[in-house]
């Protein structure tokens, strides 16, 4: 490796803000910095007097470096975050999930749908949350039809309909969709209660509610009286449940515990003083890094590098190196003035020690499965006397249904256990339905075909099947131009299909490997082929799901968005449209009388 000539680098280097680089000898970014100062930052690392062994390590990787020079340090910031999320630096510290928080959104219709939202907030209507999941928005919404009424199908399905569906018979929903069954005030009254439930002001609605109930005693409608009298007793076991609650508005609490080298950051998220749930991150820790580094880089990259929304306060575990300009920047990005905390008062304090002590519980259980893990891969070492450890495991999978929507899954695991970012999908097509044998084939050319970092080629691949989709793989591998080349394992199911009575077959001889129901090394075989099977399963539904909502009017030569939009409105839904008559058809602006008739024939036929 040639030595990097620092002295030469360093001289022509300037003194204003800016980002610099540090690649290896193949060209590979590994570390992006910051700097007020990039000739005083950069020049602490060639120092003869530094001695910390982390830095020592990352300066004998360099083999070349560069630098952009920006404005001012909040620049400097967005730069370095926008630089580490491109190049995904090893010697950085790296946020694995960046997705977006999911809200609930209360549209904005004649009458209002309540529904699941994550991306850009540019739909008409109101947003509540962020949730730290799905799994928490769709809990909510699922306890929010049992409280109020409200509708959540989908607009195309609200349209079309011309009587009530299951959710009114079930007492989950007021039929706005078919006149007769709630008037628009009352329906409104409904939705004004879902908003003010969502910004945590429960006992108001309850209020309003109580007034309705005696209200509607008095005017002997018993009925009514009852309806609101169980909302009522819904609502309060619901306010029995929601028990931490303060007087913060809108903030974020951030906890941070470190073991080993492994870091756990735990957020927990407060809108309208209701504490919306937590959520435990644990990024990607470079042996170089200290634990105020760590934080600051998670902290920076939380807000900046996906789609956050930052709050107006932030209680922080730890110190950050220049907290004022930090503070700016986050500002800047949110358009309005964000504060910084360190939980010194005493609601602040009480939810900060909250979330240091989940941190602390996550990062233990964490540390917990990763000696599991780590055990299991030394026995499949031992199993199967592999010299060197094994860092990269892949396992296919296929999944249809009567040889329709095949979907092939790819899952990676290294020493930690699953790597999800790595996970790939494959929609397989142009093959004869239900062949396994062809889509496996499809499956790895269409994984394999490409790749050129040997990092990304797997020590060992797993194929979830007999000796025929072994072959498969086999076949495939028996022209691979690379040097490295995975071992190959096929996972039979036993008779029954019972766990620890899976068949392990070597590709080539077709031997069995030997293996007690009880070792640790079938238990990590088992996880990546049941993880493999579990996703390819969920890819499979989602494109069957897909095939029957893609409306049936998709496949009509002529039809194009316009003309199906146009369709719909006119005929009130798919179902109006497929009893109109040609006539009917031919009326709507935009459709010909000959293409009424391709329409109808196509939806009779």
């Given at each position: 490796m040639s030595q990097f000539d620092a002295s030469a680098f360093l001289k022509t280097l300037t003194h204003q803000p800016g980002v610099y680089r540090m690649?290896?000898?193949?060209?590979?970014?590994?570390?992006?910095?910051?700097?007020?100062?990039?000739?005083?930052?950069?020049?602490?690392?060639?120092?003869?007097?530094?001695d910390s062994p982390k830095t020592k390590a990352l300066v004998s990787q360099i083999a070349q470096m560069d630098v952009t020079v920006v404005n001012?340090?909040?620049?400097?910031?967005?730069?370095?975050?926008?630089?580490?999320?491109?190049?995904?630096?090893?010697?950085?510290?790296?946020?694995?999930?960046?997705?977006?928080?999911?809200?609930?959104?209360?549209?904005?219709?004649?009458?209002?749908?309540?529904?699941?939202?994550?991306?850009?907030?540019k739909k008409k209507g109101e947003y509540f949350g962020?949730?730290?999941?799905a799994w928490a928005v769709r809990e909510s919404l699922r306890s929010m039809q049992k409280l109020f009424p409200v509708r959540q199908c989908e607009d195309s399905y609200y349209r079309a309909r011309s009587r009530p569906c299951l959710q009114y018979q079930m007492q989950r929903c007021s039929a706005p969709c078919v006149k007769g069954y709630v008037s628009d005030d009352e329906y409104a009254e409904q939705v004004q209660w879902v908003r003010l439930f969502l910004k945590g002001k429960n006992q108001q609605v309850i209020n309003s509610l109580v007034e309705k109930m005696e209200k509607a005693s008095e005017q002997l409608n018993f009925e009514a009286a009852a309806r609101y009298r169980d909302q009522i007793n819904a609502?309060?076991?619901?306010?029995?449940?929601?028990?931490?609650?303060?007087?913060?508005?809108e903030m974020d609490i951030f906890g941070f515990a470190f073991k080993g080298s492994m870091a756990c950051i735990q957020v927990m998220f407060i809108r309208d003083s209701q504490l919306l749930g937590s959520k435990a991150f644990f990024p990607k820790v470079p042996s170089t890094a200290t634990e105020d580094e760590i934080f600051e880089a998670f902290l920076l990259q939380f807000?900046?590098?996906?789609?956050?929304?930052?709050?107006?306060?932030?209680?922080?575990?730890?110190?950050?190196?220049?907290?004022?300009?930090?503070?700016?920047?986050?500002?800047?990005?949110?358009?309005?003035?964000?504060?910084?905390?360190?939980?010194?008062r005493e609601e602040k304090r009480q939810y900060l020690q909250l979330a240091q002590a989940n941190a602390l519980n996550?990062?233990?259980?964490?540390?917990?499965?990763?000696?599991?893990?780590?055990?299991?891969?030394?026995?499949?070492?031992?199993?199967?006397?592999?010299?060197?450890?094994?860092?990269?495991?892949?396992?296919?999978?296929?999944?249809?249904?009567?040889?329709?929507?095949?979907?092939?899954?790819?899952?990676?695991?290294?020493?930690?256990?699953?790597?999800?970012?790595?996970?790939?999908?494959?929609?397989?097509?142009?093959?004869t339905p239900g062949d396994d044998y062809a889509a496996m084939a499809q499956a790895l050319a269409r994984r394999y075909k490409n790749v050129q970092?040997?990092?990304?080629?797997?020590?060992?691949?797993?194929?979830?099947?007999?000796?025929?989709?072994?072959?498969?793989?086999?076949?495939?591998?028996?022209?691979?131009?690379?040097?490295?080349?995975?071992?190959?394992?096929?996972?039979?199911?036993?008779?029954?299909?019972?766990?620890?009575?899976?068949?392990?077959?070597?590709?080539?001889?077709?031997?069995?490997?030997?293996?007690?129901?009880?070792?640790?090394?079938?238990?990590?075989?088992?996880?990546?082929?049941?993880?493999?099977?579990?996703?390819?399963?969920?890819?499979?539904?989602?494109?069957?799901?897909?095939?029957?909502?893609?409306?049936?009017?998709?496949?009509?030569?002529?039809?194009?968005?316009?003309?199906?939009?146009?369709?719909?409105?006119?005929?009130?839904?798919?179902?109006?449209?497929?009893?109109?008559?040609?006539?009917?058809?031919a009326s709507v602006p935009g459709i010909s009388e000959e293409l009424a008739d391709i329409i109808y024939d196509h939806l009779h036929n």
């Open positions: 690649y290896n000898e193949a060209g590979d970014v590994i570390y992006v910095g910051k700097a007020k100062n990039l000739k005083k930052r950069v020049s602490s690392y060639f120092k003869q007097t530094v001012s340090e909040t620049e400097a910031f967005l730069l370095e975050n926008n630089f580490i999320k491109k190049y995904r630096p090893r010697y950085n510290v790296l946020l694995r999930d960046d997705k977006s928080y999911p809200f609930i959104f209360l549209s904005d219709h004649e009458h209002p749908r309540l529904s699941f939202h994550r991306g850009p907030q962020p949730y730290p999941s609502l309060r076991k619901v306010q029995e449940r929601q028990w931490v609650a303060g007087t913060q508005d807000y900046l590098a996906g789609n956050k929304v930052i709050p107006k306060q932030i209680v922080l575990p730890k110190a950050l190196s220049d907290e004022t300009a930090i503070a700016d920047l986050l500002s800047q990005e949110a358009n309005y003035r964000v504060k910084l905390f360190k939980g010194a996550a990062l233990e259980a964490q540390y917990g499965q990763q000696k599991s893990v780590f055990a299991r891969y030394i026995d499949l070492e031992a199993a199967l006397e592999w010299e060197n450890p094994i860092q990269r495991m892949e396992c296919f999978d296929i999944s249809h249904t009567s040889g329709q929507q095949t979907v092939a899954s790819c899952v990676v695991f290294n020493r930690e256990g699953p790597l999800k970012s790595d996970y790939r999908r494959y929609n397989i097509d142009g093959i970092d040997a990092e990304k080629i797997p020590d060992i691949l797993f194929i979830d099947g007999g000796k025929g989709q072994l072959s498969q793989a086999e076949q495939f591998f028996e022209e691979w131009p690379h040097d490295k080349k995975p071992l190959l394992i096929g996972v039979a199911k036993g008779t029954t299909r019972k766990p620890g009575l899976e068949t392990l077959i070597l590709a080539d001889t077709h031997d069995t490997i030997p293996m007690n129901a009880d070792r640790p090394a079938l238990h990590l075989i088992q996880h990546i082929r049941d993880e493999s099977h579990r996703f390819a399963i969920s890819g499979h539904r989602n494109r069957r799901q897909k095939v029957k909502t893609t409306s049936t009017l998709e496949s009509i030569p002529g039809i194009g968005a316009k003309r199906r939009q146009s369709l719909i409105k006119y005929m009130g839904g798919l179902q109006g449209l497929k009893k109109a008559s040609k006539g009917e058809i």
